[in-house]
């Protein structure tokens, strides 16, 4: 009878041990780690009107309440500087993110950001040189190159890892977003945004459709 | 003097009106179109080039470590690559630019004496416009067109290049054509920052037949290359006048950016860090030059004239500033068709030029310029200075205002306007 209870104690502290290996292998940052039912999806199209294509809008969600800080993630987001242009143009991060800073062309880049939510200048590199910096302020920060005065990217630091941006067909795919309601927005060089509130349940994915107007 | 202000009220009111109506101007000559790049990659200032714009410029106008990639506007092949292997059973393959690649100049000129009798305001609304052509038809075969009209008369100018011959790494580069000389590279009379053209480069013998000068394009077969990246030279035969006239340069630049490259070592990198960024044109870097020029031609029947022109120069740049100044000898053995000995005319030049950054639209020269002519008595002794602002209203507009104060003749308010697309 004490085996038999022994041998019990040993195969659930089995079973524990192995949940516990199993859960922090699918989500090693802890980043998420709700069970996706408890969760839901917002899929969806952007139109933006006159445009070429209705990619690089950033698609986000906010909610009066939601907790504030996030952590972010430890791997740093890159932005490239490549035949003369900034890849991505958009980059949306969470608030917290580190950037690099990447010239992966043979001709000298510089990077400057000489806007109200964050105002610096990296300096002028050559071939294979990596800066970076940390956003530790929400917004929209433009990055230009001064050598080179056409190039331009936007970097959007948001308050929340709920975003998504836009393929160039539009369409935009969130995860893992706790139930309740929320404003969704949208952050897009040329257009305004147009919120709408969303209610999304557990299990549930929501499907929406925007359509963009230009800023006036 | 009441003209005067008028002049310059009329010419401010313009500045203003003309900022307004170029708002949405984006016409870009050909290379920004090639490159969909700006033209301030190439220029601090149309037409003065940028350390990069040099280095293109220098190598052909392809991009020295290889322009493929950057291309935005497809060339359209003459040929594909492998019909190199085929060569010579094989025509070797080519290209062109993907759209016709033609930019033009337009140049509107006022100006207004400041002192002397005369008051009378000229405006030459448009004083010249300049039709380029330029672009390679495949690697390493650059061309280069321009024609000028100018006051009702057409000129024109027209190279096309052989670069990296033998696979030398275009150390060695041959040019055929009608081109302008480049004797001293910081005095480059065809990419100065101002209006008024350089002294030296500019002066022809007065009351001689021989009318050679400097500036403008001649006729010939140049051979130039880059050695080593910091070394640059060109030598060349030009038959200007009928006569075989034959010259040669050097150039040497320490620090910066290097002639075969597209940007500064890493050491002369700009490592600073602050909330602006230095200028587009910083290139940290000092920079000698020497030319010789030798050419004859004929001022009478059989008679001919001997000349020569000599000169040494140098540039620094620092930030924002930018210093460069030569001395220029010349020797004519016979301008005046006396056939006599000691007729010779020696002339001697001098000129300093100086320019400051005060924002990246707003340019300060200043230039000092003398030319002296001596024969048994001495022809001509002139002495230019130029104070200026340049104003670059948008990348490809921009507007001159320049004084010019010279003791052989009135001095001078010049404002021009130039655009490009």
Known sequence: MKIQKIMKAIIFALFIMSGSFFTLTLFPNGSSGENESETGIITGTVKVSRARHSGDVVAYLEREGLKKEYPPLEKHSTLDQKNLVFIPRVLPILKGTTVDFRNSDDVQHNIFAPGKVEKFNLGTWGLGGIKEYTFSKPGEVVILCNVHSEMVAYIIILESPYFAKTAKDGNFRMENIPPGTYTLKTWHEKMKSAPQQVTIAKGEIKEIHLELKKRK | ?421
């Open chain 2, 1 to 421: 003097m009441k003209k005067v202000w008028k002049f310059w009220l009329f010419g401010l009111f313009g500045f203003i009106m003309f900022s307004f109506l170029v708002q949405t101007a984006q016409s870009l000559p050909t290379f920004s179109r090639k490159f969909e790049t700006s033209c301030s990659t190439c220029h601090v200032s149309v037409p003065k080039l940028t350390a990069f714009g040099e280095s293109f410029r220098l190598n052909g106008y392809q991009i020295p470590e290889g322009d493929e990639k950057y291309i935005k506007q497809k060339p359209t092949s003459l040929g594909a690559e492998p019909w190199k292997e085929v060569w010579p059973n094989a025509i070797w393959p080519g290209a062109i630019p993907g759209s016709f690649p033609l930019s033009a100049w337009i140049m509107f000129d006022g100006k207004a004496p400041l002192q002397g009798a005369n008051k009378e305001l000229i405006f030459d609304f448009p004083h010249e416009v300049e039709i380029f052509m330029a672009g390679i038809l495949g690697e390493n075969v650059p061309f280069f067109a321009e024609v000028e009209i100018e006051g009702g008369e057409v000129g024109a100018e027209a190279w096309l290049g052989f670069y990296s011959l033998f696979n030398s790494d275009r150390a060695l580069n041959l040019r055929v054509g009608t081109f302008e000389v480049n004797p001293l590279p910081m005095f480059f009379d065809h990419l100065r920052l101002g209006k008024e053209h350089y002294l030296y480069n500019n002066w022809r013998m007065p009351g001689s037949e021989n009318n050679f000068r400097l500036r403008g394009g001649k006729p010939g077969l140049e051979l130039n290359g880059i050695v080593g990246s910091r070394f640059y030279y060109s030598t060349g035969i030009l038959s200007p006048g009928g006569g075989l006239d034959g010259y040669g340069t050097f150039r040497f630049k320490l620090g910066g950016t290097p002639y075969n490259r597209s940007a500064p070592t890493e050491e002369a990198a700009d490592k600073a860090i602050g909330v602006l960024p230095t200028g587009f044109w910083v290139d940290n870097a000092f920079e000698l030059a020497a030319f010789a020029y030798f050419g004859k031609t004929d001022v009478a029947a059989d008679v001919p004239d001997s000349f020569n022109r000599l000169g040494v120069g140098a540039r620094w740049t620092y930030q924002n500033f930018d210093l460069a100044a030569a001395y220029i000898l010349g020797k004519n053995n016979d301008p005046f068709a006396t056939g006599a000995t000691g007729s010779e005319v020696d002339s001697k030049g001098f000129q300093i030029e100086g320019s400051y950054y005060i924002f990246p639209w707003l340019i300060a020269e200043a230039r000092y310029e003398t030319l002296k002519l001596d024969d048994t008595v001495t022809l001509l002794d002139q002495k230019n200075t130029i104070v200026g602002l340049i104003w670059m209203l948008r990348a490809n507009v921009k507007l001159v205002t320049e004084a010019t104060f010279s003791n052989t003749s009135d001095n001078i308010l010049n404002v021009r306007l130039i655009f490009g697309f």
